[in-house]
């Protein structure tokens, strides 16, 4: 039995949980045998097999079952039952069995897992105290024992107990060493799968590119000639269709390549008007194909030259350009670039592309830089492309430290937004610019060759004949003198005997590869070409293959597939000056007739925005650029938007006669709508609301914000002008270029500092908004009672009320919120009021002075959708206690003259 328990417990096809749990249950038998046999109760000998069979029975059925844990329940029960029962019969502490008690600690946390363990671990603990304290205060429940016999017992248990236990640990260790074989092993796995996967992308890349390098290459060599339209048009299409190929091959390196690590970031000098030029040029023809149009606002304070990885960069925007393309089907597609200095040598640069097409439904936006992941695939599967785009895009950017995001609301269109952060290389700004479309591709636009060399000799080493081939005829109308080699080999012999002016050779060849061959070439003796300029003309591409042909000695690299113009200046840049005679008028073909005129952009990096609920001077929301979101006032004539359609003061006649007048929030759309202009107009949108338990507007913002990566939506805690006060800080910080975090912070804080109490003339209207129940309204008539409403924990409370005329309540009240006047900070004060003449405002002036005076004073009459809620007569002391976030950015210095 034991041979085979232990056959089992060696065996590796089984759990580790499984092969745990007959072990601790195979030493319990033992420790259960052992106990049982040092008792000195006659029953135990009857006891002993059938706890042994019941042991045996549950851990059959529980492997047997899968239900390990519940069997591991039953055997500690029965421990928990016959331990207690071992150490009264052997002498309690004075025996062996209190050794065991530690078995069955070990046993509940081996074997038990989740809750269970900890119960029954409690359970085991309070069982030996429980046994200890009755062996103490009863000792007549503990059979005798000896003090030899107590001494033997002990000594056995120790030792047993002991051995048991090393056993259990010898095996957890074996266990851990086994797992840790397996899993060295597995990683070793893993890493030659993942090599043999970077090989065969690697050589699927080169063996793909060489077909379509001669499909490209001859079916220009088509285009070229005099054909007709329907030929001209089926070579375009295939000339379309390898390139989507090319581009469908190249994501699917760069994800490889990606996922490995081996992805470098090269950062170069580059001139920022030659990126542009460059990636407008491959756009815009294509958005002009849709019918679509294509805008362009450049900042004008871009340095000319930065440093970066152009390579990358370029890719990305291009990335995200085609997709707006692809996703569009009609409307404009623009490219927005905007500059913010950080350091006198470094700067932030906001790549902005945007569309109006179909856009990303908010639950799919978490999904859009997944990887092979296409959201709403059914709709879109006529759309050419991997899935990969997007998600190449994101991991450049943050290989590069950047960011990006995106915004999108459905069917309006999106906005993926692009941040780096780049080195100046020359500090001249860009400026306004005309931007001349190059390489522009016209239906009519025929090949024009670049240069003749009737006296140059060319050599070019491939030992694929048709890529020989395909080379030779795009070069044919440059009348160069062209030799082939099929091999190294080859290649060497022709050296041997021929002087030639250049090689073009390719990398991948068999027995002497590219590499090897232009080593041999160095150092061939008697060679006529070893200081001959090499060119790499290879399937092998890759940031990594340029420096890798750079470091062995080539003088440049060209990848396949190869249109005649790259090729032709490719060789142009190696052959002798002497032999070459350019075309004229080759630059023509090179430059357009359409010249594109850009717009200048200036998006700003954080704006600040609120609700019309805010009650702030038109004076100051114009000053600091603060964009309100119109609340809703529904009457009984319609509904209304919040003080553009509806004043307050209409608003009160129209309720005074006895008509209804509520707020309401503007709704998910509404916001929606209202992000996404706001994101035309600044990189980051931060939208402060009223108190989230005092209206729904919150709910609706941040709802409509899941649309938008750009847009953050904050919790005031407060109403009126008090939330004005916040927003006025907010909209500074901003202005001094305070990060996103810092303004969150800030706000978060100010809700502390900002008091936000007012006093209600007559409560009717609360009763109608609901803020206050019909028997608090009848109860403030009755007795002339005047309640102070405060916001305590972001929800609307009634702190106190006041009794009596105007005059009483008014003075009671502005005595009471500023009396502490050391504390206030005096530099601004909000009287936002409802419905109230001029006398009766000079009387709150004149309190105020009295025991507070203040540096600017705003009167500020009340929105609608305020009024609708405190009705007439109702005003509020607003301002700002001492604290140092209103030290750190105060808009106190900006703001202009009060009223």
């Known amino acids: 039995m034991f041979q085979k328990w232990y056959k089992k417990i060696f065996d590796r096809k089984m759990s580790l949980q499984e092969r745990m749990f007959r072990l601790v249950t195979g030493i319990s038998m033992i420790a259960l045998i052992f106990i049982l046999l040092m008792s000195r109760y006659s029953a135990n000998l009857f006891i002993l097999p059938v706890c042994l069979i019941y042991m045996a029975a549950v851990v059959r059925i529980s492997i047997r079952t899968e239900r390990i844990n519940t069997g591991a329940t039953a055997i500690v029960v029965l421990l928990l039952l016959l331990f207690p029962v071992s150490f009264f019969t052997t002498g309690g502490i004075y025996g062996g069995a209190p050794e065991w008690f530690v078995l069955c600690f070990i046993y509940i946390t081996i074997a038990l897992n989740g809750k269970r363990k900890a119960v029954f671990f409690l359970l085991c603990s309070a069982e030996t105290i429980l046994c200890y304290y009755i062996a103490y205060h009863f000792p007549d429940f503990v059979m005798a024992n000896t003090p030899a016999q107590a001494y033997f017992d002990s000594a056995r248990s120790v030792i047993l107990a002991g051995g048991l236990t090393s056993l259990l640990l010898l095996f957890q260790n074996y266990l851990y060493e086994e797992e840790n074989k397996i899993s060295i092993q597995q990683k070793k796995e893993i890493e030659e799968l993942n090599q043999a996967e970077n090989h065969f992308f690697s050589s699927m890349s080169h063996e793909i590119r060489t077909p379509i390098n001669t499909i490209i290459g001859l079916n220009e060599i088509i285009l070229r000639g005099e054909i007709s339209e329907d030929v001209a048009e089926n070579a375009r299409n295939i000339q379309g269709a390898s390139k989507l190929l090319l581009t469908l091959i190249n994501d699917i390196m760069d994800s490889s390549k990606l996922k490995s690590g081996k992805m470098e970031i090269i950062n170069v000098s580059y001139e920022t008007e030659a990126l542009f030029s460059e990636i407008i040029n491959m756009i815009w023809i294509k958005a002009k194909e849709k019918g679509l149009e294509f805008r362009l606002q450049v900042d004008a304070s871009i340095p000319s030259i930065l440093c970066g990885d152009e390579v990358r960069i370029k890719q990305i925007l291009i990335n995200l350009l085609n997709n707006a393309v692809k996703y569009t089907s009609e409307g404009t597609v623009t490219l927005s670039v905007r500059c913010e200095r950080l350091e006198p040598h470094k700067v932030r640069i906001w790549y902005s592309v945007e569309d109006t097409g179909q856009g990303v439904k908010k639950e799919n936006i978490p999904y859009l830089f997944n990887a092979f992941k296409r959201v709403e695939e059914q709709k879109n599967r006529h759309i050419e492309g991997t899935g990969l785009g997007l998600n190449i895009s994101r991991q450049l950017v943050e290989l590069m430290g950047g960011q990006i995001s995106v915004n999108s609301v459905y069917t309006k269109g999106s906005t993926f937004i692009v941040s780096l952060e780049q080195d100046i290389v020359d500090d001249k700004e860009l400026g306004t610019f005309t931007l001349a479309s190059r390489s522009k591709i016209e239906e009519e636009e025929r090949y024009q060759q670049s240069f003749e060399a009737p006296d140059a000799h060319l050599l070019v080493v491939d030992d694929n004949d048709i890529n020989l081939i395909v080379v030779c ?115 023509q073909s090179e430059i357009g007739k359409d010249i594109l005129i850009f717009e200048q952009a200036h998006r700003m990096s954080i704006m600040v925005t609120t609700d019309s609920v805010c009650d702030l001077p038109e004076s100051l929301k114009n000053e600091f650029g603060i ?273």
């Open 473 to 587: 005829k795009l070069l044919s109308n440059t009348k160069l003198q062209i030799d082939t080699a099929s091999s190294g080999e080859e290649c060497l012999k022709l050296t041997q005997s021929h002087h030639y002016d250049g090689i073009l050779m390719d990398h991948i060849m068999p027995e002497m590869d590219g590499i090897e061959c232009l080593h041999a070439l160095r150092t061939q003796t008697g060679g006529l070409c070893k200081d001959v300029p090499v060119i790499a003309l290879t399937a092998n591409v890759g940031n990594d293959n340029q420096m890798l042909y750079r470091k062995e000695g080539f003088s440049g690299y060209l990848a396949k597939p190869v249109n005649g113009a790259l090729l032709e200046a490719a060789v142009l840049s190696i052959l002798p000056k002497k032999l070459v005679k350019l075309s004229e008028g080759v630059n």
């Open 627 to 899: 964009s309100v979101c119109p609340y809703y006032v529904r009457t009984d004539q319609g509904r209304f938007l919040d003080e553009l359609e509806l004043k307050a003061d209409e608003l009160l006649i129209h309720i005074a006669s006895g008509k209804q007048g509520v707020s309401e929030p503007p709704d998910v759309v509404d916001y929606e709508h209202f992000f996404a202009e706001k994101l035309t107009e600044a990189q980051n949108v931060i939208h402060i609301t009223m108190a989230k338990h005092a209206s729904q507007g919150y709910h609706n913002a941040v709802e409509a914000a899941k649309s938008f990566e750009n847009v953050t939506v904050l919790d005031s805690g407060l109403l009126s002008s008090s939330l004005g006060l916040s927003v006025l800080y907010a909209a500074s910080m901003a202005q001094n270029h305070a990060s996103k975090e810092e303004i969150m912070e800030t706000v978060k804080k100010l809700r502390r500092y900002i008091s936000s109490a007012f006093i209600i003339d007559s409560t009717h209207m609360m009763c109608r908004a609901g803020k206050i129940s019909k028997r608090t309204q009848i109860l403030c008539d009755a007795l002339l009672l005047h309640p102070i409403i405060v916001l305590r924990k972001r929800k609307m409370v009634v702190e106190s009320v006041k009794m009596g005329s105007f005059e009483h309540v008014t003075k009671s009240y502005v005595r009471k919120v500023l009396m502490n006047a050391r504390n206030i900070d005096k530099r601004i004060l909000f009287i936002t009021y409802a419905g109230m003449d001029e006398r009766s405002l000079a009387y709150i002036q004149e309190l105020v002075q009295q025991y507070c005076p203040f540096e600017r004073v705003y009167l500020q009459k009340a929105s609608a959708a305020i009024s609708s809620n405190c009705g007439p007569g109702s005003f509020g002391l607003l301002f700002m206690k001492k604290n140092e976030a209103a030290i750190s950015f105060s808009p106190y210095a900006k703001s202009e003259t009060a009223n």
